[in-house]
């Protein structure tokens, strides 16, 4: 007998919105929100959610009234826009993380556009070339702000995409919450200067293990984006084929079983879930990173077997990235290293007051006015190859905003010439990425484990 308690109604409420089936568009939690020409308004607001057992947690930030940021579809080709009406008492802006937008779309405090005040609004309109599985989240006192709930999760969808018999968004993140269900204190100097500061509670739409149903012998595209500012993930999916059909918002060349598919904040991870044929057979997503193993959502099968077949599944269209030159590309040299040098400038968008991380040996001294100088000026629609190399005890997903490459050659692992924004780099590794700078302005690339990027692994290209 299933117990109705508050929690399970939650979570089928929201399996429901997330899945798309049935009463989604009407529901309370279906959290969708179509694409339309007049825009789509996210307000940032402070509220309160049940995020673990006991009280509900105070100060948790959202786009909307309440309950986690809206999953904001799009489609590939066509005209968005959004208004960021800020509701909260500290500037913020919206950065499109991976969807290549015109660079006064992107975000990006001083760089590219002015902090959003309290009370006034920004008006952001493009339209996504690519189609696949992206996020959104602040770039202005990100720690703080992320921490606290400002990230959602992006769908670009396309007309052309096979067929599923069901859909499943995923964001992916965690809180730090003592055991009064309230914040803590949102970093550890010692941590930043390590692998980041982990959370205490690990949530999928903001839910602890939260069980969603899908059709028995099924296809389930699962997009799960992990917006969490610190955690790698080492995905696994037991009790079901699955197989990954795209990364980072772009299709992989071949598709391949996730067994401890490392991922770092920042990444999508898309996946096709053949559910079993049983009813009530459970399918659980899984983290197998370190000695713990966790569940972080279930599938369970409902309905007599559809019986389709993981094969049948036709490619997804590759998206229109330029190709990149090989023979007559420039090499940017990037090193990220550890560094004891410098403070960082006081900000309004939010300085840790530290400096541990560098690339190529220069530490970000924040948002300022004034920022350094970029890592490299760039000719528009020229081909650049980085050779990046991490001399640090330390994984880090690497993040290029406003373009995206190829990931070449690794010196650690055997890796697909796969299209992507962000490369999660393993200690000593070095990686090739290649890329056409063919989207005009300044771009930040920095490290997406956010106090990294806030003590100094953070830079910019200027393409002009
Ligand atoms: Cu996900 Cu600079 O961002
Ligand atoms: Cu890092």
Redesign the pocket.
């Known amino acids: 007998m299933t117990m109705l308690t508050r929690r399970n109604l939650l979570k089928t409420a929201v399996a429901a919105g997330a899945a798309g089936v049935g009463l989604s568009a009407a529901g309370k939690f279906a959290g969708w929100a179509a694409a339309k020409p007049e825009p789509l308004i996210l307000k940032t607001a402070s509220t309160e959610a049940r995020l673990m057992d006991g009280a509900p947690t105070k100060n948790v930030l959202t786009y909307g009234e309440a309950g986690l940021p809206p999953v904001v579809r799009m489609r590939k080709g066509e005209a968005f826009a959004a208004r960021l009406i800020n509701g909260i008492d500290d500037p913020t802006t919206i950065?499109w993380?991976?969807i290549r937008v015109p660079n006064k779309m992107d975000?990006?405090p001083f760089l590219v556009q002015p902090y959003v005040y309290q009370g006034d609004h920004f008006d952001y309109t493009f339209t996504p070339p690519d189609a696949g599985t992206f996020?959104y989240?602040p770039?202005c006192n990100?720690l703080i702000q992320m921490g606290h709930g400002l990230t959602g999760v992006i769908v670009v969808e396309n007309p052309k995409d096979p067929a599923f018999d069901a859909e499943m968004v995923i964001n992916l993140r965690d809180w730090r919450l003592g055991d009064d269900g309230q914040f803590i204190e949102q970093f550890r100097p010692r941590d930043a200067a390590k692998a980041g500061t982990f959370g205490t509670v690990r949530t999928a739409n903001w839910l602890e293990q939260p069980q969603f149903d899908a059709p028995a012998g099924g296809l389930v595209r699962l997009r799960a984006a992990l917006t969490d500012v610190t955690r790698i993930y080492a995905f696994r999916v037991d009790g079901a084929e699955a197989t990954v059909i795209a990364l980072d918002g772009n299709p992989v060349p071949q598709r391949f079983t996730p067994d401890a598919l490392q991922l770092g904040?920042?990444q999508r991870l898309e996946l096709a879930v053949r559910m079993p044929d049983d009813e009530g057979a459970i399918v659980s997503l899984r983290d197998v990173r370190g000695t713990k193993q966790k569940i972080l959502a279930t599938l369970r099968s409902v309905g007599t077997s559809l019986k389709h077949d993981l094969r049948d599944l036709g490619p997804l269209e590759v998206n229109p990235v330029a190709e990149v030159d090989l023979s007559n590309a420039g090499r940017i040299p990037l090193a990220l290293s550890a560094t004891a040098e410098n403070v960082s400038a006081n900000s309004i968008c939010g300085s840790l007051g530290y400096s541990f991380w560098a690339i190529n040996k220069v530490p970000w001294p924040g948002d300022t006015p004034d920022p350094a100088a970029p890592l490299a000026e760039l000719k528009l629609g020229q081909s650049y190859i980085i050779d990046m190399e991490n001399l640090t005890p330390h994984a880090h997903p690497i993040?290029l905003?406003g373009m995206s490459f190829k990931v070449l050659s690794s010196s650690a692992r055997a890796v697909q010439p796969l299209v992507s924004d962000?490369y999660l780099i393993l200690p000593d590794e070095k990686v090739q990425l290649a890329f056409v700078a063919d989207n005009p302005g300044d771009w930040?690339l920095?490290c997406?484990i956010i106090e990294h990027?806030k003590t100094g692994m953070?830079s910019y290209f200027r393409v002009a």
Do not use: D, I, K, N
């Open positions: 950065h993380h991976g975000g990006v996020w989240h770039h990100t904040p920042g993040h905003h962000t930040l920095h997406h990027q953070t």
